[in-house]
């Protein structure tokens, strides 16, 4: 049974950072292309960026490209996101997405990133 926990939220200024964390139980992690997912109030939920199971390639959506980075620690059952030079417009809760390609999927709670000064 897919487990995720979102960690890392919160309120930030716009041009700073925050580091999103995802920690995965129930299932074989590296076996998984894990994903960040984003819902902003009135707006469906949106892609964000997806990494492979071995952590060997990333997709980003183009509006974050060069700005959020995906990463995950296969020991430690980890996913990140570290965001910089955040935009208001990041604001939404973020979702941490595991997919193990054959039909097994689950998702987090999510945690709140807001972007404001």
């Known amino acids: 049974q897919v487990q995720l926990v979102e960690s890392g939220g919160g309120l930030v200024q716009p041009g700073g950072s925050l580091r999103l964390s995802c920690a995965a139980s129930g299932f074989t992690f590296s076996m998984y292309a894990m994903s960040w997912y984003r819902q902003a109030p009135g707006k469906e939920r949106e892609l964000v960026a997806t990494i492979s199971g071995t952590g060997g390639s990333a997709n980003y959506e183009d509006s974050v490209k060069g700005r959020f980075t995906i990463s995950r620690d296969n020991a430690k059952n980890m996913v990140y996101l570290q965001m910089n030079s955040l935009k208001p417009e990041d604001t939404a809760v973020y979702y941490c997405?595991?997919?193990?390609?054959?039909?097994?999927?689950?998702w987090g709670q999510g945690t709140q990133v807001t972007v404001s000064s």
């Open positions: 997405y595991a997919n193990s390609g054959w039909g097994e999927t689950g």
